[in-house]
């Protein structure tokens, strides 16, 4: 069974451009979340959707934003990019509803310019 | 919300020594996870606790949920290079999220 897919894996852009990143979870999984992960801040949740509906959000500003598909695939949007915006972010698939085992992508490494 | 506070933050040993890393809750929690995190790559379940005082092994590694479900700990004996990572504990929050301590960076001497 194939794993959890985020496209692109490395990415660069400059400050006030925006960037769309990709996951495919593992086939059967309803589930997919969200997370950044700096060195400072460690794995922060940004959003969890769950049948194409937004369930979960953290306490990030309105310039990240998601959504799911009806294939399960999400993608996560980052507009006004900032410098503060580059992390590592990880995508993460669950088959059920409840909070359970996560299984992470490789993850898309975004640098801000 | 919901705090998982985890220390250490970073423990070097020499390879064939103990390590154990602490995570605390600032609520009961349903279940506890842990994952861990090799250098440069993404984290990876390894286990989840549900009961209280509930300990669970895998080889070399012992995770242990506090009585009253807000305290765990991984404790890892004869440390081998291949530990080497991030491990970090993580509960249910606000709306059934996970909540991810800052997690705990192993290195180790050989």
């Known amino acids: 069974k194939a794993g959890v897919t985020q496209t692109p894996r490395y990415l660069i852009k400059t400050r006030g451009q925006q960037v769309t990143l990709s996951c495919s979870p593992i086939?059967?999984?309803?589930?997919v979340s969200w997370y950044q992960q700096t060195p400072g801040q460690g794995l922060q949740f940004l959003f969890e959707y769950f049948s194409e509906t937004q369930r979960n959000k953290g306490n990030f500003p309105g310039r990240f934003s998601g959504r799911q598909f009806s294939n399960s695939r999400s993608e996560m949007n980052v507009s006004t990019l900032e410098l503060g915006d580059s992390a590592l972010y990880l995508c993460?698939?669950?088959?059920?509803?409840?909070?359970?085992?996560?299984?992470f992508g490789e993850g898309s490494r975004l640098t801000v310019l | 919300g919901q705090q998982v506070m985890q220390i250490p933050q970073y423990q070097h040993v020499q390879e064939g020594e103990d390590f154990t890393t602490y995570c605390n809750s600032s609520?009961?929690?349903?279940?506890i996870q842990w994952y861990k995190q090799r250098p440069g790559g993404h984290p990876v379940f390894l286990i989840q606790?549900?009961?209280?005082?509930e300990v669970k092994k895998q080889k070399r590694l012992t995770f242990q949920f506090g009585e009253a479900k807000k305290n765990s700990s991984l404790h890892i004996t004869a440390t081998q290079t291949t530990d080497v990572g991030t491990y970090f504990c993580a509960g249910p929050g606000d709306g059934n999220k996970l909540v991810f301590g800052a997690g705990t960076i192993l290195r180790v001497k050989s």
């Open positions: 609520t009961t929690l349903s279940n």
């Open positions: 993460a698939s669950n088959p059920a509803e409840n909070t359970g085992e996560l299984f």
């Open positions: 606790l549900v009961k209280s005082g």
């Open positions: 086939s059967g999984h309803r589930s």
